[in-house]
């Protein structure tokens, strides 16, 4: 091949083309189609213009090249023509090209970057236009392309769901019902999620589905399902107020301790106050979590209700619903109390989903959001916060008919 430098062979196809780009397309063609006829050599064994020295081992003919097609790569769209080859003897393996394969329109690191983009926050609507700008306006791309991410997005949910857990030892796990907008006109769907932290303090998420307005009926397969896949029973649950994933849990993991929400517990008792006491409320129902003990915590809880009945009858009540379950986390090392009072393993990373999924106004169906959150959420697993003073959950047993009450080693 020529090496030598042309300034026709690397001519800016336009004055607003970026000539830095265009050199970049234009060695990358040149390096293609070189590639692309070395491969036709080493199948032939043979060069362009040489003869076999012996007829036994003709491999068959050079026969011109595929008509034109477009190839989308890194730098822009470049177009290239793929050699072929005709009368290859029989019980030969027919000529076909590794570098670029039979219709392939874009790079591998490309097809790579579009599910990226999408988790990232790039709407559909959007992807067209914003490929086009880096890739060119000769980009192969369409509508269908970007909807056959989800196609590979279904396969890489269904995998995890029967990935085994079997070994990894969960301590503590998060639960929530999370509500998303998918399908038409005002429906809305429910994901059950479970994060769990393992014996190392390192956070995983265990399970996210569809679920029926958080009903005993779906958290039970959830559960269910979890323990086919030999996740051991946590020492403790967190979660809100449902009803739902409390009666099932009662019935799957008959021996882990139950953790009521603090935030979500506060919002609901603020909610049956007037807004001129909220404020002084809030801090009072704070240092009851923030006690040093359990007996200071209950103290506080049943003095500030005791203050709110005859005037605020509906927040006492709703204050004392419940206050053992919302003192479990004294059982535990005080060190993990901020992560055990409150579900914020799970609200911490739907934050950044919602702020995803509300560019994207409305998904089109509940069994395509779980595919794509699924996406999200496992991108930010990477950055779940560890437990502080992990090296605690050394001390803690698993429940006795699965731990044998052995001590959790490190």
């Not at 336009?14 to 000539?19: H, L, N």
């Not at 995890?160 to 503590?172: E, G, N, Q």
């Not at 979890?226 to 739902?244: C, F, S």
Request: hydrophobic letters at 40%; a positive charge; charged letters at 25%.
């Amino acid at each position: 091949m020529n090496t030598s430098y042309n300034p026709q062979m690397f001519s800016v196809s336009s004055t607003e083309d970026d000539p830095i780009e265009a050199l970049v397309r234009r060695g990358a063609k040149v390096m293609l189609h070189a590639a692309l006829e070395q491969e036709v050599n080493e199948y032939l064994e043979r060069a362009r213009h040489q003869r076999s020295e012996n007829e036994s081992e003709f491999r068959g003919y050079r026969n011109g090249h595929a008509p034109e097609r477009k190839i989308s790569v890194g730098s822009g769209t470049i177009k290239i023509r793929t050699p072929r080859v005709s009368d290859v003897p029989e019980g030969q393996e027919q000529f076909e090209s590794r570098i670029v394969k039979p219709y392939q329109r874009r790079s591998l690191s490309l097809l790579q970057l579009f599910p990226k983009l999408f988790i990232e926050g790039l709407a559909t609507r959007d992807f067209e236009p914003a490929l086009r700008c880096l890739m060119g306006e000769a980009a192969a791309l369409s509508p269908s392309t970007i909807s056959r991410l989800n196609a590979g997005f279904k396969a890489q949910y269904e995998d995890w769901t029967r990935s085994s857990l079997a070994s990894v030892p969960i301590v503590y796990v998060w639960v929530d019902g999370i509500s998303i907008k998918a399908g038409i006109a005002d429906e809305r769907a429910c994901l059950l999620v479970v994060i769990g932290a393992d014996v190392s303090g390192t956070k995983h998420l265990l399970a996210m589905a569809e679920g029926y307005r958080e009903s005993k009926e779906s958290w039970l397969e959830v559960l269910r399902r979890l323990k086919a896949r030999g996740m051991t029973e946590p020492a403790l649950a967190i979660g809100d107020g449902g009803l739902g994933f409390w009666a099932a849990a009662g019935e799957v993991w008959r021996q882990t301790k139950q953790q009521r929400c603090w935030v979500h517990k506060m919002s609901n008792v603020l909610d049956k106050l007037p807004h001129k006491e909220r404020g002084e409320a809030a801090k009072s129902l704070r240092a009851i979590y923030l006690s040093p003990t359990r007996e200071e915590a209950k103290s506080k809880a049943l003095s500030l209700a005791k203050s709110w009945r005859g005037i605020y009858d509906r927040a006492a009540e709703c204050l004392g619903d419940e206050l053992d379950r919302m003192l479990t986390f004294f059982d535990f090392p005080s060190e993990h109390h901020k992560h055990l009072r409150t579900t914020n393993a799970i609200e911490s990373v739907f934050a950044s989903v919602r702020l995803r999924t509300n560019a994207m106004k409305r998904l089109r169906s509940s069994r395509s959001a779980v595919y794509l959150i699924f996406q999200i959420v496992k991108r930010a697993e990477k950055s779940l916060q560890r437990l502080s003073h992990a090296e605690k959950l050394r001390y803690l047993t698993l429940p006795s008919h699965l731990s044998n009450q052995t001590v959790l080693a490190a």
